[in-house]
């Protein structure tokens, strides 16, 4: 007997297209601000704090939050297909069984990640930095962090499963929440405002883990309740090792995808600041503008995630082709008009950022031909987050996971080294070299879509009762 829902979950297959992916897109590009916003409180906060080490403890720790990120970024792809495919299918029973097994694989991985980073931090950053006192305001601050993991995890998860669902709205609502109480948390825990201790950037640590505790809370009472399009109950939550076996087979591709992307970038920032502190600044604040930019291209690619995944699970494959041609050419349209903005006003938002005449001298040429240059490219990114969406949400993640690698340390790095340094282009090389990766990439990416290898879902034929009761 089927569980009866509050809500069922949004029918991706049939209606109109476009209208459907600019609906399932916007929340997500929304979310992808509040996580800006998040980061950006934490910032604020600190850079006030009197020790002085706030807003560098938190970068030189980013890389290990982003690394266990990543790991947690892989199940949530794994769960999205899935839910997606059976939730096309109108197999509830089963999408509801794999929510249950994503939730319980996760939760456990998410421990062992806690115990391990717990540990582990210590040692890492004293190898980062030679500084005592940064060495121990980072260290307080990852550990606590790592402590909230499996929180942490749980709210990256309860967006992806009901992403599959077709709801991006309900993750976009409870993400706003967890950044309004991160905001207001942040000095209460930082400055010791009232009854509260003083912790300095440790106080950052744990309000970031009550206010993704609160999503998570609300998360996990909403998926248990039923009043959403997912319906756990804890029988769901036994292990079923063919389940577990795909999931962690799904996840693990887009896993390393996103780690090998993290350390590339880590690379990447070496290369950069040995050319010059100039290059750096300029970078960073290229990447600013890139990061706004991209926001509805990311929201496409997850919105085409969910109607790829929904019509594959309904046997519906041209309805899938036409969804990711309709994103692709929605984000590359978007992101023409972005280049059309930004490329004319590049100098004025460069000086936007930089107040100091001695810094803007120093980076303002640099920096206008780094968005000249990304700006021309700015299509070709489109297209590659929108066929990354397509191969995420059909569950064929190895080779997502390509595409980010080759980008990366296929394309752009090894185009850095030869012309930025064996051709003496200086900081030239490195925008040719961001602009070549992005084009290849997006052909290679694109080429591949085309040859259909992404139709085949990865859900199997129904199982009888008794299969699914014992596997």
């Known amino acids: 007997m089927k569980r009866q829902m509050f809500q069922r979950p949004t029918d991706l297959t049939t209606g109109p297209l476009t209208s459907t992916l600019l609906k399932l897109a916007w929340p997500v590009m929304l979310s992808n601000l509040f996580q800006t916003l998040y980061n950006f409180a934490d910032r604020f906060w600190l850079g006030k704090d009197p020790s002085g080490v706030g807003i560098a403890a938190v970068q030189l720790s980013f890389p290990l939050v982003f690394?266990?990120?990543?790991?947690?970024g892989g199940i949530t792809v794994a769960g999205m297909a899935l839910i997606?495919?059976?939730?096309g299918a109108n197999r509830e029973e089963e999408a509801n069984l794999a929510a249950g097994q994503v939730l319980a694989f996760s939760a456990v991985l998410a421990i062992i990640l806690a115990a391990i980073g717990f540990f582990v931090a210590r040692p890492v950053i004293s190898l980062m930095a030679p500084d005592l006192v940064l060495v121990r305001a980072s260290t307080?601050?990852?550990?606590?962090?790592?402590?909230g993991a499996p929180l942490i995890f749980a709210t990256f998860l309860f967006a992806a499963l009901l992403n599959g669902t077709g709801d991006t709205v309900t993750p976009m609502l409870l993400m706003g929440i967890s950044v309004v109480a991160n905001i207001v948390l942040d000095p209460f825990f930082i400055f010791g405002w009232g009854p509260f201790p003083a912790w300095g950037i440790r106080g950052a640590a744990v309000a970031t883990v009550l206010s993704r505790g609160l999503v998570a809370l609300i998360g996990f009472y909403l998926l248990f309740s039923g009043r959403l399009g997912i319906h756990i109950r804890f029988s769901d939550l036994k292990p079923r090792w063919r389940l577990i076996r795909q999931i962690a087979a799904i996840g693990s591709m887009s896993s390393i995808g996103q780690t090998g992307t993290a350390l590339g970038f880590t690379l990447l920032n070496g290369a950069l600041a040995s050319l010059g502190t100039a290059v750096i600044n300029a970078f960073g604040v290229g990447t600013a503008y890139i990061s706004i930019v991209l926001m509805p291209a990311m929201g496409l690619g997850q919105a085409t995630a969910s109607m790829v995944g929904q019509n594959l699970g309904a046997n519906k494959p041209r309805r899938a082709w036409r969804a990711a041609w309709d994103g692709m050419l929605i984000a590359s349209l978007i992101l023409v008009v972005a280049a059309a903005i930004v490329i004319p006003f590049r100098e004025e938002m460069i000086r936007f950022f930089i107040n100091d005449p001695e810094v803007l001298e120093q980076v303002l040429g640099i920096g206008v031909r780094m968005l000249l240059l990304v700006g021309f490219a700015f299509p070709f990114m489109g297209v590659f987050q929108v066929v990354i969406g397509v191969y995420q949400g059909s569950g064929h993640t190895a080779y997502s996971m390509f595409f980010d690698l080759f980008r990366l340390w296929g394309l752009r790095i090894p185009l850095i080294y030869l012309l930025a340094y064996m051709l003496s282009w200086g900081a030239n090389g490195v925008w040719w070299a961001m602009f070549w990766s992005n084009l290849g990439a997006a052909l290679v990416c694109l080429g591949c879509f085309l040859t259909g290898n992404w139709t085949r879902r990865v859900?199997?034929?129904?199982?009888?009762h008794e299969e699914l009761k014992l596997n």
Not at 140 to 147: R, S, T, V
Not at 459 to 464: A, F, L, N, R, T
């Open 140 to 147: 307080g601050y990852l550990q606590i962090i790592f402590l």
């Open 67 to 72: 690394l266990t990120i990543s790991v947690a």
């Open 459 to 464: 859900i199997k034929s129904p199982p009888d």
């Open 84 to 87: 997606a495919q059976y939730t």
